[in-house]
């Protein structure tokens, strides 16, 4: 049994869309990545994919998960190959691997990671680069690093951070049930006439219920 749970959720604004959300588990750490393709377009999405498959496949080469500069790595690389290929396309990426020890990881982009703890919360990514995005062949990931001790964890693309207020999500991430939270935040920049006005891609992770 995984020592947290994990929620995610996705919904694009319109009938397709670039947010691309993944959990992934090896031993006791739990990886988070959210993608967010640029311009909600095809060659978009094949970028934030391209993370995705990325960060998968370190984890199952038995990369080192819980160093930071792994995250950065990886990153560095997909944004390399991604501009190789000549095929286009780019992306926002959040990696984090979260232990009952610590979370680390890798950013660049603006999608963002927050920890809610105690009524507090924090910007995890506050210091990485917004642009160049990854697949522009020149992306700066930065690395991130913060002690464990309990909270919710929030990664999630622009459509929530940018739409949303802060304190609204907070109050959304406490929700005791982590699938009912995932939907409610996913809901909050929707617009009067229901329509999002922008993809909405998310994951929530928090420690486990102890079992009785």
């Not at 926002?92 to 979370?103: D, E, F, L, M, S």
């Not at 062949?137 to 930065?142: D, E, L, T």
């Not at 982590?178 to 617009?191: E, G, I, K």
């Amino acid at each position: 049994m995984s020592d947290f749970e994990t929620a995610w959720h996705v919904e694009p604004a319109g009938k397709t869309g670039a947010d691309r959300v993944r959990v992934l588990t090896r031993g006791d750490a739990t990886v988070l990545v959210v993608a967010d393709g640029a311009g909600n377009s095809r060659r978009g999405a094949e970028a934030a994919e391209a993370v995705l498959r990325g960060v998968q496949d370190a984890v199952e080469a038995g990369a080192d998960v819980e160093r930071a500069e792994t995250w950065r790595e990886v990153l560095g690389r997909c944004d390399a190959e991604r501009m190789a290929s000549g095929q286009g396309g780019e992306t926002t990426a959040v990696v984090a691997c979260v232990t009952p020890r610590r979370v680390v990881g890798a950013s660049v982009g603006d999608s963002e990671l927050w920890l809610f703890q105690g009524g507090e919360s924090t910007a995890l990514t506050e210091h990485q680069h917004r642009k160049p995005l990854l697949g522009s062949g020149q992306a700066r990931p930065v690395t991130f690093e913060f002690a464990w001790r309990g909270g919710v964890l929030l990664g999630a693309s622009d459509g929530l951070f940018r739409y949303a207020d802060l304190r609204r999500i907070q109050a959304q991430v406490s929700l005791s049930d982590a699938n009912a939270a995932v939907l409610a935040l996913a809901a909050l920049p929707r617009l009067a006439s229901g329509a999002l006005p922008d993809d909405v891609g998310l994951v929530l992770c928090r420690p486990s219920a102890p079992r009785p």
